[in-house]
């Protein structure tokens, strides 16, 4: 089956550092995305990793492990403004790629307090 | 920047209505989906299309269909709507192919069946 796990909520503080984890057991894989979703707003794309490894996008970076079925989002420097949801996708390989259909974990409601 | 619209962002239908819900996208994407959104539970895939007038079952078609017609536009239909499908509605579109394709969303639909 397909499966995607995220802690359902998380606080931090404003001006630190928060890791949002998730692991995934799913058919295939092509690649793991993560979007931002404020409250009553459209989710807006903030990172992809397809490949082991770290990548970093100004105050946001994302990691990935394929081995271990695993991946995290680092926000550094919280602002009251990254009070959101954020969720975790993987790109199923169940068909050739060709259209990009994505698998959603249930997302990871942050809470950035002053 | 790419712009998905969708057609009503609050939408209050009966019983037994049939209920079109329509998006509309501006960047000639090939692929274009329907999810809908519910607590606890997610994203959840409805339909998707990689191509005019081409349409692929999600996870949860049931009570659902779809048409696309024109590149730009795919409309969700609830033929006969039912209580169990109030829920926030969100389409997306991408481009085709492999690669880091991230899908945008529209604002969402909060349809509410009474």
């Known amino acids: 089956g397909q499966n995607i796990d995220q802690p359902t909520e998380m606080t931090a503080t404003e001006g630190a550092i928060v890791q949002i984890n998730c692991t995934y057991q799913t058919s295939g894989f092509n690649g793991l995305f993560w979007y931002q979703q404020h409250a009553g707003e459209a989710p807006t794309f903030l990172s992809y990793?397809?490949?082991?490894g770290l990548e970093e996008k100004g105050r946001f970076s994302s990691f990935l492990s394929r081995s271990k079925g695993y991946s995290y989002l680092l926000l550094k420097e919280l602002q009251m403004k990254d009070s959101a949801s954020y969720l975790c996708?993987?790109?199923?390989?169940?068909?050739?790629?060709?259209?990009?259909?994505?698998?959603f974990g249930t997302g990871t409601l942050l809470a950035v307090q002053p | 920047d790419v712009k998905v619209t969708q057609s009503s962002r609050y939408l209050v239908k009966r019983t037994g209505e049939k209920v079109f819900l329509e998006c509309v996208q501006d960047?000639?994407?090939?692929?274009m989906f329907w999810y809908r959104q519910d607590p606890g539970l997610g994203l959840r895939l409805i339909y998707f299309?990689?191509?005019?007038?081409?349409?692929e079952k999600g996870d949860i078609p049931e009570g659902y269909s779809v048409s696309r017609e024109k590149k730009e536009r795919f409309s969700l239909i609830l033929e006969s709507a039912s209580t169990n499908q109030t829920s926030m509605y969100l389409c997306?579109?991408?481009?085709?192919?492999?690669?880091?394709?991230?899908?945008?969303f529209g604002d969402g639909t909060r349809l509410s069946i009474l």
């Open positions: 299309s990689y191509d005019v007038k081409m349409k």
């Open positions: 997306a579109s991408s481009l085709g192919g492999e690669g880091n394709q991230p899908q945008h």
């Open positions: 990793n397809v490949l082991d």
């Open positions: 996708a993987v790109r199923d390989e169940g068909y050739g790629g060709a259209t990009n259909k994505l698998i």
């Open positions: 960047m000639d994407h090939e692929n």
